[in-house]
């Protein structure tokens, strides 16, 4: 199995910056993309940004040069620095892997969420 922990939602005010970090854990041989969705109150879950194990990066325009995502594939982890946040940007923000187990198998996992609170 393969497990997602996430870390770093909280309160900010609008033009502030937060950090959520993703740690997978458990029987991973490789994970092949990693990165956030985030899912506002009545609104459909969203990408927010994605990046391959190649280093690619994808990122819904409305965040595109606000906010910034990492990974250190040694490490399987993945970090999202959010800066000039605005009260849009208001949702539950979940991690999510995919990737191919260390029997073989493909995984696709989602984090527990991490509610990220931007006040006008």
Same mark, same amino acid.
């Given at each position: ?36 969705? +985030? ?14 194990? +190649? ?66």
């Amino acid at each position: 199995q393969v497990h997602l922990v996430e870390s770093g939602g909280g309160l900010v005010q609008a033009g502030g910056s937060l950090r959520l970090s993703c740690a997978a854990s458990g029987s991973i041989w490789r994970i092949n993309a990693m990165g956030w969705y +985030r899912q506002a109150p009545g609104n459909q879950r969203e990408l927010v940004a994605v990046s391959t194990r +190649r280093g690619t990066t994808n990122y819904a325009d409305s965040v595109k040069g606000r906010f910034t995502i990492s990974r250190d594939n040694d490490k399987n982890t993945a970090a999202l620095q959010m800066n000039s946040l605005k009260p849009e940007d208001t949702a539950v923000y979940y991690c999510y892997a995919e990737g191919v187990t260390t029997t073989l198998t493909s995984f696709e996992v989602w984090g527990q969420g991490t509610l990220v609170t931007v006040s006008s």
